[in-house]
């Protein structure tokens, strides 16, 4: 019975299903993450060839074979890169990017990565960094004796000194984009690494064309909506079931033949 | 055997096949752009001069002759997705194929390559209404949309369309698996003609109740054919039985 093998391949695919969506649920309060979809592809179908099928006739409507699927693979589980909403925190080094655009973070082993997830801090350098304590590039180093940090929604960083009117600039923050954002891998800690699916990154100042600003004081949060995917889990659990019933019944028909005489 | 058993034996075939496109079906229920399979029976007239009486002289069996694929239209997912499209009514997306031929589908999760190359999930190109593939100039990336009719709309105007091909033949088309079909001679739409809905996907059209109901159908059907195939055995067992004594 080739209809076992079939719904076990329904049944493994809706297992990737609800991992993807508890992967979601638990990453709902994720600064930037990313909600991902698990996508399906039917399989081969085989073609048996029916002789004597053409028979009936000119038929208009029939093909002359019967096509049989052979179930259902997960075709990848792909990123839907919707803005977040924008959270306010009121804290100077959280910085949200409204739009397209990574920051780029400065990894131990020297590799760039990419992250969306501004919540930055100081070193005891005075470097801006991430929660990890990797870098941003290009680097900004908030001098001592600082006493107010301004993020303008175009990247340049200011900062105030006491006793001068004036703000000093101390760096400009940039933001890298990718012609195939979905071609990034995830490295976890809300990093991603450039691949050749998702090719070289685009370096820009936030602002221009094609990229987006930043705003200070604000997180992006996830773009999960809960609803959305209570609801996809209640459709894949029965999708679930559903195959587990043919199964039954696939057994059901097996036992009916076992038990002739 | 006589021909009854033959008869149930094609029947209980016929279920089996039929069984397994079900189990297609409920495989496929979250595949975005599937369509159900459905498939065709029909009465297969054998002649049999040797009967007794006239009325046996046909006997039906059961041919499972083809499947069609329904073209109801699945639900709407929104996705938020730019490049997710869905069509609204009949039709296919065109898509390049590695062997140069053409193949149609109806899932439409595209994405950019890092060459800005519109292509599907498995990396295959979509096809223009010319039949080109289309290419976003990358300092476009990020503010592409598709329209209604299946432009792609850039930030200075369209940059290509995407065909929505359509046929005449429906039955003509043929799954090949990987979310593909096969089909010949088809009609690519026009832009007025066109009705695209982006940001979303179509769901696939197989009801999990229709496709329930009919398993429970096939269950029941096999299991009363199989016991009409007991029954039968009876009758020609007994009969050996009495013919035995009366030969003693």
């Known amino acids: ?261 | 055997m006589d021909i009854s058993s033959y008869v149930l034996l094609s029947h209980e075939q016929a279920l089996r096949r039929r069984l397994d496109v079900v189990a297609n079906n409920m495989a496929n229920v979250s595949t975005v752009g599937f369509r159900r399979e459905q498939p065709v029976f029909h009465e297969m007239l054998k002649r049999g001069e040797d009967a007794m009486t006239r009325d046996a002289r046909n006997v039906s069996f059961v041919l499972d002759f083809g499947a069609v694929h329904d073209t109801a239209l699945g639900g709407f997912q929104a996705t938020g997705n730019p490049l997710d499209v869905a069509i609204d009514g009949q039709g296919y997306f065109a898509v390049a194929l590695p062997d140069g031929g053409t193949g149609y589908t109806r899932a439409g999760q595209f994405k950019l390559l890092d060459t800005g190359q519109l292509v599907t999930s498995n990396g295959q190109p979509v096809r223009g209404d010319s039949g080109q593939p289309i290419t976003v100039p990358p300092e476009m990336i990020g503010r592409v949309t598709i329209a209604n009719d299946g432009s792609i709309m850039g930030p200075d105007g369209p940059l290509g369309r995407i065909a929505v091909t359509v046929f005449d033949n429906e039955a003509g088309v043929t799954p090949r698996g990987d979310g593909l079909m096969a089909a010949e001679n088809g009609r690519v739409l026009a832009a007025g003609e066109t009705k695209l809905r982006a940001g979303g996907l179509e769901g696939s059209n197989v009801q999990p109740i229709v496709e329930t109901t009919n398993m429970i159908q096939i269950l029941r059907s096999y299991q009363t054919s199989q016991r009409m195939a007991d029954a039968i055995n009876d009758m020609r067992k007994r009969a050996v039985e009495r013919l035995g004594r009366i030969g003693g």
């Open chain 1, 1 to 261: 019975m080739r209809s076992l093998s079939i719904s076990a391949t329904g049944m493994l695919a809706q297992q990737t299903n609800v991992d993807v969506i508890s992967n979601n649920i638990a990453n709902m309060n994720t600064t930037a993450y990313k909600k991902q979809r698990a996508e399906f592809q039917d399989l081969l179908y085989q073609q048996v060839a029916r002789p004597g099928a053409a028979t009936g006739g000119p038929q208009a409507r029939a093909p002359s074979g019967i096509q049989i699927g052979a179930g259902v693979r997960t075709g990848g589980v792909y990123r839907i890169s919707e803005q977040g909403a924008m959270t306010t925190t009121d804290n100077q080094y959280d910085v949200a990017i409204e739009g397209n655009g990574y920051f780029q973070i400065l990894m131990p082993s020297g590799e760039i990565a990419y992250t969306r997830a501004g919540s930055f801090q100081l070193s005891d350098q005075g470097e801006l960094v991430t929660a990890d304590g990797y870098a941003v590039q290009p680097g900004v180093t908030i001098p001592p004796q600082a006493t107010d940090v301004s993020i303008s929604r175009t990247g340049i960083v200011q900062i105030k000194v006491a006793g001068q009117a004036e703000m000093q600039d101390v760096g400009q923050l940039q933001l890298a984009t990718f012609v195939n954002e979905a071609g990034l891998e995830a490295q976890g800690g809300n990093l991603f690494l450039a691949t050749a699916a998702s090719g070289q990154p685009n370096i820009a100042s936030p602002g221009d064309p094609g990229f987006g600003m930043l705003r200070q004081g604000f997180l992006e949060a996830s773009n999960v909506n809960p609803v959305a995917e209570i609801t996809a889990l209640i459709s894949a659990q029965r999708a679930y079931e559903m195959n587990s019933r043919v199964v039954k019944t696939v057994d059901e028909m097996l036992a009916t033949s076992s038990q002739l005489r």
